[in-house]
C-alpha cells in the first residue's frame, strides 16, 4: 500500500469558518508534511512532523493550525482563511530516514476555495 | 536565497528523447528529486540523485553534477501521457524539499 488519502477532496469555506483538511497513510512512514499549491506553482512546503512532532514550521500564518494525533493521520485545521488562501494542499509521507534517500509520497489534495 | 531553475515549457515528439535541465544554488544540498505531476493531480516520485553520476529507471533517467549545480531528466522513447509538469526539488536538509518552479512538457504525435 503506497496510498496517502485526503479529505474532503474539494472544500468552499467563508473567510469566518472553521473548517479540517485530514490526511492518511498506512505505509510505515514517520515523517509527514503539509503542501500549499497555487495554480501553475510548485507545491510550497508549510508544515513537517516527524515521529508525531512538529519540526518545520516554514513560518505559516497561525490561522493554519497542524496536528498530528498518531502517526498516520494528519490534520490541517484552518481558522478565519483569506481569499488568497485558495489553493490546493498536498498531504506527503515520507521515511524518516535521516541522511538516507527519503522520497516523499503525496495525496490527491483537498482543492479549497475560500470565499 | 534558493534558486532552483527549469525551463517554463519544452514540447518534444511522441518517440522521441527530451532532456529537462534544472540548476540549482541552495544552502544546504541532501539529494535531488525529480517528480511528475499531472494536472490536477499529486505529484509522483520518479528518481532520486545524491552522488554525482547517471541514475536510470526504464525509460527515465536523471543525471547529478553537484560541482555545477546541475541535474537533468532524461525521458526516451516518449508517449502522449508523459506530457506533465517535470518537479526538480533540492533537500536542503532531512525534510526539507524546495521544488524549482517546474518544466510543462508537453508530447505531440
Known amino acids: 500500500d503506497t496510498e496517502v488519502t485526503q479529505t474532503p477532496k474539494h472544500l468552499v469555506m467563508g473567510m469566518t469558518n472553521k473548517k479540517s483538511l485530514k490526511c492518511e497513510q498506512h505505509?510505515?512512514?514517520?515523517?509527514m508534511y503539509w503542501y500549499k499549491q497555487k495554480a501553475k506553482k510548485p507545491p510550497e512546503l508549510m508544515f513537517v512532523y516527524s515521529y508525531e512532532k512538529l519540526s518545520i514550521n516554514e513560518s505559516v500564518p497561525s490561522r493554519f493550525s497542524p496536528e498530528c494525533p498518531n502517526s498516520s493521520l494528519l490534520n490541517l485545521h484552518l481558522h478565519a482563511l483569506q481569499p488568497e488562501d485558495s489553493a490546493l494542499y498536498l498531504c506527503?509521507?515520507?521515511?524518516?530516514?535521516?541522511?538516507?534517500?527519503?522520497?516523499?509520497?503525496f495525496g490527491p489534495g483537498t482543492r479549497l476555495t475560500v470565499t | 536565497g534558493q534558486n532552483i531553475d527549469q525551463p517554463t515549457e519544452m514540447t518534444a515528439t511522441e518517440g522521441a528523447i527530451v532532456q529537462i535541465n534544472c540548476t540549482y544554488q541552495t544552502s544546504g544540498f541532501n539529494g535531488l528529486f525529480w517528480y511528475q505531476q499531472h494536472a490536477g493531480e499529486a505529484p509522483t516520485f520518479l528518481s532520486y540523485?545524491?552522488?554525482?553520476g547517471l541514475e536510470e529507471k526504464g525509460r527515465f533517467s536523471s543525471f547529478l553534477s553537484r560541482s555545477k549545480g546541475y541535474s537533468y531528466l532524461l525521458l526516451k522513447e516518449l508517449q502522449m501521457k508523459d506530457s506533465a509538469s517535470y518537479l526538480c526539488a533540492v533537500s536542503r536538509r532531512p525534510h526539507m524539499l524546495t521544488f524549482g518552479g517546474g518544466t510543462r512538457l508537453m508530447v505531440k504525435p
Open positions: 506527503a509521507s515520507s521515511q524518516d530516514g535521516g541522511q538516507g534517500r527519503y522520497e516523499q509520497y
Open positions: 505505509m510505515g512512514h514517520r515523517a
Open positions: 540523485n545524491v552522488l554525482d
